[in-house]
């Protein structure tokens, strides 16, 4: 969904929602009002209107006054709250379907804490809260099964919304377009010269739809464009477990590993070096070939291992995802 977020770009997110003359239908502000159903009925809203109006991203921000969107701080905590003996970011999680990314954000202006929830746009099927879907109306909460014609517009661009054209990382600078992607790797496949100017760089990039013009001169980068090109995949939230893993067991079984190897970084690249760890792992031999040389034979066809590992990652279901949590953990 996201890198890792800074606090000059939490303050420059604070500061553009603060802008907005009212509440939207993506953004909503509260002081202390934390009650853990309204919160979750809210991610449900505020995930699908996202959608709705063509937003990568909906938020919660907590210590801002609705009217006057002064700052003047909040006294919850969500890394603390329980229900039920239940960490609140986990509870959140388990009662939504399906299960989306999002992120308590916590920073502090002039000794005031301000907390922002990022929320990630539904894709594919509406987010529902304990089973019940959601939707903004102007600044409003309903149930969107009260509003038919919302409800048919959401799935109408949920069947238009390919994957590869949602955000992996939303308004980042140049400089950091060029260290999360591995741009020399995209020219080197398509055997052209790299350009001299990074300016150009970015314009080829664009035109394949790797990146997107965002805010202020910054730039989207696409789920395509990391995917295919990440130096880390791992530093995208919401891709982060999509790496290339390939394992070797010990026997017919899923329980003893022999040897494993996580690549992280994009598929265009990472093939490749998926290929060659298969290479040395698979079982060969050594033959005298016609001339009279040794050489080492694998005991599979390299077209078919490379073929194995290129129908895993094009047939995977890329909206299926195990959610990691702000302390690295993993919840299924």
């Known amino acids: 969904m996201t890198t890792e977020r800074n606090r000059d770009y939490l303050n420059s997110l604070l ?12 953004v909503e502000f509260k002081v202390n009002n934390d009650q853990p159903e309204e919160v979750g009925e809210y991610i449900s809203a505020l995930a699908n209107s996202a959608a709705l109006v063509g937003k990568a991203f909906a938020y919660i921000v907590w210590g801002i006054e609705n009217e006057t969107h002064e ?9 603390t709250k329980k229900i039920g003996g239940e960490e609140f970011e986990s509870w959140l999680l388990h009662l939504l379907t399906p299960k989306i ?29 304990k089973g019940l879907e959601y939707i903004r109306v102007g ?3 309903k149930k ?7 409800e048919r517009e959401l799935w109408r661009i949920f069947d238009q919304t390919p994957f590869e054209e ?9 400089e950091e377009v060029v260290r999360l992607l591995d741009y020399p790797a995209y020219f080197d496949l398509l ?9 150009a760089v970015l314009q080829a990039m664009e035109a394949d739809r790797l990146i997107a013009p965002s805010l202020d001169g910054a730039w989207d980068i696409t789920n395509l464009g990391a995917l ?7 530093l995208f939230r919401s891709l982060s477990r999509k790496a290339l893993r390939l394992i070797i067991y010990d026997g017919k079984g899923r329980i003893r590993t022999q040897k494993e190897q996580l690549i992280d970084r994009g598929y265009a690249r990472g093939f490749e070096e998926g290929a060659i760890f298969l290479n040395n792992v698979l079982p060969s031999q050594e033959v005298i070939d016609t001339s009279g040389l040794r050489r080492t034979v694998s005991a599979f066809p390299e077209i078919a291992y490379r073929e194995l590992i290129a129908n895993a990652l094009i047939h995977q279901d890329l909206t299926v995802t195990g959610w990691r949590r702000a302390d690295g953990r993993s919840l299924q």
Do not use: C, M
Request: aromatic share 10%; proline share 7%; charged share 30%.
């Open 15 to 26: 500061r553009e929602l603060r802008a907005l003359p009212k509440e939207t239908e993506w």
């Open 71 to 79: 700052i003047v701080g909040t006294t919850i905590d969500p890394t």
């Open 101 to 129: 990314q999002f992120r308590f954000h916590s920073i502090e202006i002039d000794d005031k804490r301000v907390i922002i929830l990022e929320i990630g746009r539904a894709f594919r099927h509406p987010v529902q809260f």
């Open 139 to 141: 600044s409003y909460k």
């Open 144 to 150: 969107l099964k009260d509003f038919p014609e919302k």
């Open 166 to 174: 949602l955000i992996a990382a939303e308004r980042v600078s140049t």
């Open 191 to 199: 055997n052209l010269p790299l350009p001299e100017s990074r300016q």
């Open 228 to 234: 295919l090109f990440a130096t880390q995949l791992t």
